[in-house]
Structures are given as C-alpha cells and as structure tokens.
C-alpha cells in the first residue's frame, strides 16, 4: 500500500467514527539529524536522516522544510529515511533550518544551525557504545571519533545521555579528542537512569576552523532483577492463611515499581499460581493465599517475576518450605451457634421493620396519660401529618441493592385522607420533570436519574410540600403517600399561638373543636387585632371558600399583630391602667 493511499485510508476511518466518539490521535516522536555539510562549487550539498525516536527506524516519504536564509526549498525522504539536495548559495554566514513538517502518524521535528559559516571545515563525529549495557558490567564505554574531510581533529564535544522518548537529553559530561581524534570516556550506572533504550548523543559547537558536527548511538540499558519473599510461618493448619511480603529490586538496588509478582507453588503437574500482586513505589509487595488451596502436606513456594519490560530481566526468590496440617472436623457447637445468630438477625430484622413496641407503647399512654380535659391521650387533637411518607419495601427488596428508578403513589389531603385529584409533582432535574394526579390521587414517573433530587407536591387549596428523594431505591419510594395539609388548617393552627392562651386550660387545645375555641375566644375579646384575627380566621376555617396558598403569609401578619396586642394588654394589667396610654 503506498503512502497515499494509507493517508486516504486513515481519513476515511477517522471521517466515518467521528459521528461515534472523540478520536485520540497519538503520534511517534521524530528527529532530523544532518550529514556533515558538503561544499560543492556554486553551493551545498545537504543530506541527512529522519527516523523515529524511539525505534530509530527511518521514516520514509517524510515531507521535508529547507530553508537556507530566505530561500525555501521542499523535499522528501527516500525508503530509507534519508534525503539529499543541493542549493546553491553565495557568501559565507548563513542560516539553515530542516524541518519535517509531520502527518497523521509522525510528530514533527526540526534541526536548525543559526551560524554556517563557508569559510569553515566540515566537521565529521562519530560516537559509539555497546548494543546492550547491563548495570551489573559497571560504567558505560562510550569513543568518540571527530574527523576533517581528510584527518583527524582535536575538538570539544559535548556528551548527552537519556530516554530515547525523553523530551531533553541530560548532559552528562564535556570531553575533547585527542590528536588522533579519539575521546574514550565511561559514564556511571548511577548516571544512566532507570533501565530502558538509551540515546548517546556527541554533539560539538565548532570552533574557528570547524563546523558545528552532531552524531548518537542507541544502547539497551537493562538490569537484573533481584527478588526476596519472607514467609513468617510455615507450619500452618489447613484452615489457616499463608502470607508473603517482599521486595522486588534491580541490581543497584532500587526498588521496582509497579511490576507484577506472583505466588506459585510447585506441584507433579507443574507450577500453580496462588496469589498475584502488583509492586508499590518502593518496591514492596503482599501475597496471600489459602492454606486449603495448598492442600494437606508439604509444600515448595516462591514468588515469581515476570517483567513487562524487555529491559528488565525475569526473577525467583529462593523456594520456601511450607507444611499445612490436616483437615479438623468442626465442632458441632459452631454450627449451633451460627445458627442461633441467624435466627437472632432474622427476627431483629422483622423487628425492625414492623416496629411492634410502638402499638404497645401508644397504648400504655394511652391507659396512664392524666390529662386535665378528662379526656384521654388518643382522643386529643393534634396537627396531622405532612409531607412524604415512604412506603415499606418487600423483604426481598432490601436485601438487595437499590435498583429501583421509579417514583409513584398517591397525594391526599392530610386532614380528610381524601386523594386528590389534579395534584402537580415536580422534579428539579436537568430536565424537569412531573406528574398529574388522576382521579384516585395517583401519580407515577419512571426512568428517573440517579442521585438525590429536590421534589415539590402542590394541589388547589393546600400547603406545597418541599422534600428531597433519592434514585435508585430499594422500593421506598413505590406506593409512597404525600400528605398536604389545607390552607386553613395551616390558618387555624397559627391561630393556635394566641388563641390557646386564652381558654380555660391550654390543654383544651386538641380537645375542644375548632367551633368552640373560636366561639369561646370570640365571648372574650374586645376590639382591635385580636377582633379581626377571629373573624378572619372563622371566614377562612368554616366558609366554603377555599383559601389560596398566598393567605397564610396575610394570616401570619394578623397573628403577629394580634400577639403584639396581647402582651401590650399583659403589661397594662401588672403596671396598672395610670401608665398605660392606649393608641389610637
């Protein structure tokens, strides 16, 4: 396939899959690298390699920048990676920039020399080191070998050493050639980094006579590994747990992260795994394994490394004996027990889910309470219920985890248990969403988001409820009931604050009817905002007009208005009527 046509290829494919998701394009690293610069009559011989970086394999039909000065000129890459072409040019400073401009697979790179200078000698280097380096061989060799056209020179070089994929090389020292051209310097292993493909690069600024000159080797730095395990005990019974700690090292002694170790055990077959782990920046790692799984008997156990790098060496730590003794039967009273425990939890559970104690409680107030009214405790009046009230998941259900997206029940009147017909619930969602109640009160929405919403339950003539729920349940929320209580009962119990001072006993609130705290408040006002607070209160409670929501901050007012009234009168009657001065 030619390059064309695989360009063609990878637009189409990129084209067709981009309507499905984000496509990532990852692409190699490049480096344009420069032959010692020819001079030929009338111009430039220029020539060089693109390969990539990691790999060091060429790069062909790459799409190559020159520019000299200001000319441009374009160029490509043969099979090979290289390229060579002749400009011609007059004078001696100059500029010269190459630079592959990348493609969908090739990242771009560039070299630049800001000062060329004709009138100077092209300078040849060459730099070599072993194919492979292992850190236990001791210093890295590294030659150098710095040339003219014809003879051999004397020039600094600098020397540069990292990653092949490493953004910057680090310098790693300055050396200069000798009269035969020739520099043998060693670098430490301490110096080389963690084991990988290493770049060795020589690289020589010139001097008045010689051209800039660049030149690098590729080296295989790998290392061997060195692997401990510690079992502390080895005779174990056949229910125990064996345990393993260890640390994984290279030969300098560092530790190696994030490599997997394994737990094998030897057996006629073969090796088994047992355990397998993952080590931790230090090094270190745990294995654990049952002594079951061993079996009864005597056992040979060691942990196992298999790198995933290819510059890391495979590694066993020395075997390890291991006994596990024989299977015990267990006693019969574990099984009792365990027994016992689960039919404590099951009935604790029922417990708590039928609640029985609160019926026998009700009732034992019920008999005791001494209510001055006469009357007992279950007989008083109190402010019904509102708001949600979950339904009761099936047994089944909450042994589960919540998986429930649904949202459904009823919406009634708090006072007459009557279902509301028309009721509006509302979801604050991205989206929002709601319901309408039919005629039986009944509402439901499906195929909720999960998280926790903020929900509101609204209906003609009655107090909006605010709660929250939360998706997915375990079934709590299917058959739920929201209780909204009436605008005038809301009225009437603001009412409360002030009216229930003034009957025979406080305690009569909740035994007497509505009709007769207001009568007996009525017999024992006297004009003013306690006067309008009653009748406003006897037109909202027993009229037949519903009243509306907005009301009950209009009653609020009154109540407020009223109280102030009352405590004003309070203390006229413990100063005496001399200091009291009535408003108009």
Known sequence: MTRGALMMGVLAALTLTARAAPVVSIRARTEVSLDPIRREAGGLRISGLVRERGSGLPVPLATLRIDLDSETTWVTTAADGRFTEWLAVEGEDHRLAVEFIGDSQFDRSDTTLSQLDLSKNPLMLDVRAPAEHRRG???????????????????????????????????????????????????????????????????????????????????????????RLEIPESDLAFDDRLVGRGRLTDDGGSGLAAQPVALVVQRPDGPATLDEAMTDELGRFALLAKASELGQGTHQVQAVFTPSSPYLDPARSEPAQITVAARRPVPVGYSLAALVAAIAAILAFVGMR?????KWLARLRARTADDPSGLPADRQRSEPHHGLALARPSLVSTLRRPHDRGFAGVITSSVSGHMLDGAVLRLALETPREATTDGDGRFALEELPDGEHPATASAAGHVTEHFRITIPHRGELRGARIDLMPVRERIFSLYRQVAQPLLPNPELWGVWSPRQIVDHVRQSRSPGPLDD??????????????????????????????AEHLSRVARVDRRGPSEYSPGP
């Open 137 to 227: 061989d001791g210093p890295l060799p590294i030659s150098i070998f710095a040339s003219g056209e014809i003879d051999p020179v004397s020039v600094a070089v600098d020397v540069y050493i990292g990653l092949v994929d490493a953004p910057k090389l680090e310098l790693a020292l300055r050396v200069r050639t000798d009269d035969r051209g020739v520099a043998n310097v060693s670098i430490e292993p301490n110096r080389l980094g963690p084991p990988g493909s290493l770049r060795v690069v020589a690289d020589s600024s010139g001097d008045d006579d010689f051209d800039p000159a660049r030149a690098e080797a590729t080296v295989t730095w790998r290392s061997r590994a060195d692997l």
């Open 354 to 358: 039928k609640k029985p104690w609160q």
């Open 533 to 562: 607070l009653t009748d406003y209160v006897e037109e909202a409670y027993f009229s037949v007009r519903a009243p509306d929501e907005d009301e009950i901050s209009q009653a609020e007012e009154r109540v407020r208005a009223a």
